[in-house]
């Protein structure tokens, strides 16, 4: 007898890989990368090409899983008890507490919406820029309307930038974003854009502003055993 069909199909490495590629609407720029973007324009009524997003790192949930929280002087009342934290730690003159407060202190990220080259498909994405690369996009911005040309934002006549980055750890890595002069409508690049676009960028990027005790408590699980918080806060 023979003849008889085995079960199963060729294994392929690259179906394997896609399948398992996390579908996310951030794009995170990998180290040693030139990455052309397409910037769409302000979801900001203001017209700022930016969404901050600042939050306190190093904190511990209920369950005891590490979480980051947004910073309550940026993103709820103010009197945010984190800030409180930190800059007492800091003021303290001991070595181990400004290492804490390093590691706890709020930290921005400034979001652009942007597709990203040969990524189209995928819609737009949402990326996290420390305040100096941010700063280089403004740069570009501020050019541009110096020159009396469109913004790399502007729906129909904005131009591709590149966020280049070198290097891989905390210490080495380096930023550039160059403009270049590559030009395209957004409708005449991907006609769904009006579709895609993200309006709210609160609930895209997760942006969960919790109470103060909540965040006093998501500090004492991590770092309780270190310092007494109440004391700090008194
Ligand atoms: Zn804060």
């Given at each position: 007898?023979?003849?008889?069909?085995?079960?199963?199909?060729?294994?392929?490495?690259?179906?394997?890989?896609?399948?398992?590629?996390?579908?996310?609407?951030?794009?995170?720029?990998?180290?040693?990368?030139?990455?052309?973007?397409?910037?769409?324009?302000?979801?900001?009524?203001?017209?700022?090409?930016?969404?901050?997003?600042?939050?306190?790192?190093?904190?511990?949930?209920?369950?005891?899983?590490?979480?980051?929280?947004?910073?309550?002087?940026?993103?709820?009342?103010?009197?945010?008890?984190?800030?409180?934290?930190?800059?007492?730690?800091?003021?303290?003159?001991?070595?181990?507490?400004?290492?804490?407060?390093?590691?706890?202190?709020?930290?921005?990220?400034?979001?652009?919406?942007?597709?990203?080259?040969?990524?189209?498909?995928?819609?737009?994405?949402?990326?996290?820029?420390?305040?100096?690369?941010?700063?280089?996009?403004?740069?570009?911005?501020?050019?541009?309307?110096?020159?009396?040309?469109?913004?790399?934002?502007?729906?129909?006549?904005?131009?591709?930038?590149?966020?280049?980055?070198?290097?891989?750890?905390?210490?080495?890595?380096?930023?550039?974003?160059?403009?270049?002069?590559?030009?395209?409508?957004?409708?005449?690049?991907?006609?769904?854009?009006?579709?895609?676009?993200?309006?709210?960028?609160?609930?895209?990027?997760?942006l969960k502003v919790q109470t103060p005790e909540a965040m006093i408590a998501a500090f004492k699980k991590?770092?309780?055993?270190?310092?007494?918080?109440?004391?700090?806060?008194?």
């Amino acid at each position: 007898m023979s003849g008889a069909q085995r079960p199963g199909y060729k294994p392929s490495a690259s179906a394997s890989a896609k399948a398992t590629e996390r579908q996310s609407i951030f794009f995170d720029i990998k180290p040693d990368t030139k990455n052309m973007v397409r910037m769409l324009p302000p979801s900001d009524p203001t017209g700022s090409a930016f969404f901050l997003k600042s939050d306190h790192y190093k904190l511990k949930d209920a369950e005891g899983n590490n979480t980051a929280m947004p910073c309550l002087n940026i993103h709820g009342e103010g009197d945010c008890p984190l800030c409180k934290v930190t800059e007492v730690l800091f003021a303290s003159g001991d070595k181990e507490d400004e290492a804490l407060a390093k590691n706890v202190k709020a930290s921005q990220r400034h979001y652009i919406q942007a597709y990203v080259m040969n990524r189209l498909e995928e819609g737009p994405k949402l990326i996290g820029l420390s305040p100096t690369t941010a700063d280089q996009i403004s740069d570009i911005m501020v050019q541009q309307e110096e020159i009396g040309e469109p913004m790399p934002n502007d729906p129909d006549k904005g131009i591709w930038i590149s966020i280049n980055r070198v290097g891989s750890t905390q210490f080495n890595t380096r930023y550039t974003v160059q403009a270049s002069s590559k030009m395209d409508s957004l409708d005449s690049l991907r006609k769904e854009w009006v579709d895609e676009f993200v309006t709210d960028m609160v609930k895209a990027t997760r942006l969960k502003v919790q109470t103060p005790e909540a965040m006093i408590a998501a500090f004492k699980k991590a770092h309780g055993g270190k310092v007494d918080v109440d004391k700090l806060l008194a």
